[in-house]
């Protein structure tokens, strides 16, 4: 009998009721941030509720509809395809009136639009609080496709953009903020998914290598790849990349960034595993035409290690990420 990996014991209560979930209803095509069928399909979907996701005293209609397809899009982006259907079930209030059917649809559109993707349908109903869930249909890369399952021992492990920042402009908006602009406001307003980057990523892998997209932090990102992939991870804390805006929040909050950066979620960005020669071929082509930057590597064992600028830094603590659910045992 295989024994169980020392990752298990990481695992936040979310996570083991989504393993439960798997075991009920024999879901093989359960565990990416997409289901891969057999069609070459991707198919994902989920939902953002007031109260849980947003608060509608601190974001517009449009930013809510805006940020309920960008999330949605960034699962596909998380596994390297291409978007093209959504189907989009709107649960609303009673006092909730056509013209703010109006401006919750319009940051819909803008968001599909700007990504190419149809609205092709979806449903509308009653509820005590607003509620949006969305289904995302794609098709798989014509390079192939990446889960978390596919990193090996001596891949270097990248990262797109930045992290925390998302967390930082939940910081400000918490704390009265009323401007709208501003690198941290804007990514937790109006996230950006990495579709672009993943192709980037599978047209040079194709199949080969791990992805997924970043959408519970950082520590969340790297302990998926680990288990999935059934392997160690190494992680540099001072590569992790860091927008100055949310450091000079994070000071201001008297919080360390790589906190917000590891467990403040929302960032949206893509961690992946590459094969180190083809990483250090790309790399040789220079940086403008690579959005990752490398902040580990993947070890032949089964924990997670991190230091920070050499040095050794304490270990992961799930309890400190989002949970969409709070779970008892």
């Known amino acids: 009998m295989k024994a169980a990996s020392p990752l298990a014991g990481l695992l936040t209560g979310e996570q083991k009721l989504i393993d439960s979930i798997k075991s009920w209803v024999g879901g093989n095509l359960i565990g990416d941030d997409c289901a891969l069928i057999a069609s070459q399909m991707l198919v994902s979907t989920d939902a953002l509720v007031e109260g849980v996701h947003f608060r509608r005293d601190l974001m517009t209609l449009e930013q809510i509809g805006w940020k309920a397809v960008a999330v949605n899009l960034s699962d596909i982006a998380a596994m390297a395809g291409r978007p093209r259907y959504l189907f989009v079930t709107v649960c609303a209030p009673a006092e909730f009136s056509h013209t703010d059917f109006r ?20 449903d509308i ?21 990446l889960t978390r ?4 021992p001596g891949d270097v492990v990248v990262a797109t953009g930045d992290f925390g920042a998302s967390r930082a402009g939940l910081s400000r908006l918490l704390c009265g903020e009323t401007s709208r602009q501003g690198h941290a406001l804007e990514r937790h307003i109006r996230p950006v998914p990495r579709l672009s980057e993943s192709w980037t990523l599978v047209s040079k892998t194709g199949s ?22 059934s392997v160690g991870l190494m992680i540099e804390l001072g590569s992790i990349p860091i927008h100055e805006e949310t450091r000079k929040i994070a000071a201001e909050a008297g919080v360390d960034p790589i906190e917000w950066a590891l467990y403040g979620g929302e960032d949206y960005e893509l961690v992946g595993c590459i094969d180190a020669n083809v990483w250090g071929e790309w790399r040789k082509e220079g940086s ?9 590597i993947v070890t032949d064992g089964d924990s997670i290690a991190m230091t920070r600028h050499g040095a050794a830094a304490p270990a992961l603590d799930m309890t400190r990420c989002f949970q969409h659910r709070p779970v008892t045992k």
């Not at 399952?149 to 090996?152: E, I, Q, S, W």
């Not at 080969?208 to 992939?229: E, N, P, T």
């Not at 403008?288 to 580990?296: A, I, L, M």
């Open 288 to 296: 403008k035409n690579n959005p990752f930057v490398p902040v580990g």
């Open 208 to 229: 080969l290598g791990a992805l997924m997209d970043a959408s519970d932090g950082f520590a969340d990102a790297i302990l998926q790849i680990a288990r999935a992939s």
């Open 103 to 122: 401006s919750l649809y319009q940051g819909i559109t803008d968001c599909a639009r700007q990504y190419r993707v149809t609205v092709a349908g979806g």
């Open 125 to 145: 109903t009653a509820s005590e609080k607003l509620m949006l869930s969305l289904t995302v249909i794609g098709d798989v890369h014509e390079n192939g496709c």
């Open 149 to 152: 399952a596919g990193a090996k």
